[in-house]
């Protein structure tokens, strides 16, 4: 079996491969357009980032591909701005939106206003089924392995065929995806391609700053943590000091309440403790990380990560040619 070309509306990439929408200041006009640049999809995050610095790197990263490669924007349904985001992403013409956290009709006809495929992030074929009906041009299926806010306790390739099977638009298999056995597993059942957030954090071009990038070199299976965000979402972290402080219900003080999400428990604030991180405070800051982040063992940039996803790809491809033919 080759590697079939991945085709989301005008969508087409080179490779099969979309880079996972990381907020806070994770995959921005940097990640995003170096993905782009090799032959993937690239994804802004407009989570904890205003309007402006938005459309800033929206146009940044088309300037970084010379107007060329595909750029979308990711955008929570949890947070109060997703319809402000939505509108001013689509105004600046982005290739795609693609949302999780939750589904809004509105962002389907908004969708086909602007004439702009929208993209839902779905853990089940129920809500696969739905996204469909309401107008997406395709789903991205998550498994728990994902990092970040997960919607479900089941792994991805449990869910994968169940989606498949479900919906006749193009899927995309996200969650734990690390290496080209990866990818042509996910293909292999029906997959379209894959989304990748992870392996894309420990790169050169991500937008993250170094302290956050080696805390994803250094972190080993143990040091990973299922926690309850102010989302109302577990989410996979990295162990550090912050977390020990929310551990069992802990609380952080907040000293100021962006008033961010439409349904907030204020144990602490996600945002911030995002923010922090970001900054480059990895202790007292949140770190999301993926199931298979151990993996990980040095810094690559997006264009070597990629050619040797897809080296890999096509390595486990002829083997499993071979074996066919010799069964």
């Known amino acids: ?67 060329k490669g595909y750029i979308g924007v990711n955008v929570l349904f949890a947070m109060n701005d997703f319809a402000e985001k939505m509108k001013a992403a689509m105004e600046e013409k982005v290739d795609f939106i693609i949302s999780g956290a939750g589904i809004s009709r509105d962002m389907y006809a908004w969708g086909r206003e602007y004439n702009i495929p929208v993209i839902s992030i779905v853990s089940s074929a129920k809500v696969a089924r739905l996204s469909e009906k309401l107008g997406a041009a395709a789903v991205v299926v998550e498994g728990h392995e994902a990092g970040g806010h997960l919607g479900t306790d089941r792994p991805l390739f449990e869910i994968l065929p169940e989606v498949v099977e479900a919906v006749n638009i ?25 989304q990748m957030g992870t392996r894309f954090v420990a790169s050169v071009e991500c937008d993250a ?41 802990g609380k952080v003080k907040i000293d100021h309440c962006y008033d961010c999400l439409k349904n907030c428990s204020y144990q602490f604030c996600t945002l911030d403790s995002l923010k922090r991180s970001i900054k480059g405070d990895v202790e007292t800051g949140l770190v999301f990380a993926g199931a298979r982040v151990g993996e990980i063992n040095e810094i690559l940039s997006v264009k070597q990560i990629i050619d040797k996803i897809m080296e890999e790809c096509k390595q486990a491809n002829t083997i499993d040619q071979n074996n066919f033919a010799l069964s």
Do not use: C, W
């Open 1 to 67: 079996m080759g590697i079939p070309n991945l085709q989301i509306a005008h969508i087409k990439p080179s490779v099969p491969i979309f880079q996972g929408g990381m907020g806070i200041g994770i995959s921005l006009s940097g990640l995003a357009s170096a993905v782009a640049n090799a032959g993937g999809v690239g994804i802004i995050s407009g989570t904890g980032i205003t309007l402006e610095e938005m459309k800033y790197h929206i146009r940044k990263a088309r300037e970084l591909t010379n107007g």
């Open 170 to 194: 193009p899927v995309l298999a996200a969650g734990g995806i690390m290496t080209g056995a990866d990818v042509a597993k996910a293909l292999k059942m029906g997959a379209a391609g894959v």
């Open 209 to 249: 700053p170094m302290s956050f990038k080696q805390k994803y070199v250094d972190a080993v299976a143990e040091d990973l943590e299922l926690v309850k965000t102010t989302v109302g979402l577990q989410g996979r972290a990295i162990k550090n000091k912050f977390l020990d402080m929310i551990r069992d219900g």
